[in-house]
């Protein structure tokens, strides 16, 4: 039989364990949170018949933004230089063809 210190030592030693079990929520103990499922789109009620949906202040900035920079994204693009190997390539052979006197152009 144990003696009764090494009894009450690896009795403090032992991890104590809560009684009620908690669960540790992202929003600090104040159980799950999450909005509703209400049927809308984006949770947003339509508007009565005969009226029109009130935009909010930020909407018509970030139309025009992320329109214009995919205009101005295409046009830049068709406008983009042509660096590819192939065609530094061939102005290179015919500087060189030319500077041989040898004909680049064929009939």
């Known amino acids: 039989m144990p003696s009764a210190t090494l009894l009450r030592s690896l009795q ?18 104040h ?22 949906r009130k935009k909010e202040d ?4 970030w139309y025009y933004g992320m329109y214009g920079s995919m205009a101005l994204a295409g046009v830049l693009l068709y406008y983009k230089p ?12 015919k500087a060189r063809m030319e500077a041989r006197g040898e004909k680049t152009d064929y009939p």
């Open 82 to 93: 042509d660096t590819s190997i192939q065609t530094w390539a061939l102005a290179e052979a």
């Open 58 to 61: 930020w909407e018509r900035l």
């Open 31 to 52: 159980g799950p949170q999450y909005n509703e499922p209400t049927g809308w789109l984006f949770s947003e009620k339509p508007p009565p018949p005969g009226q029109k």
């Open 12 to 29: 403090v030693a032992a991890p104590r364990r809560l009684a009620t079990t908690s669960r540790r929520y992202a929003s600090h103990g």
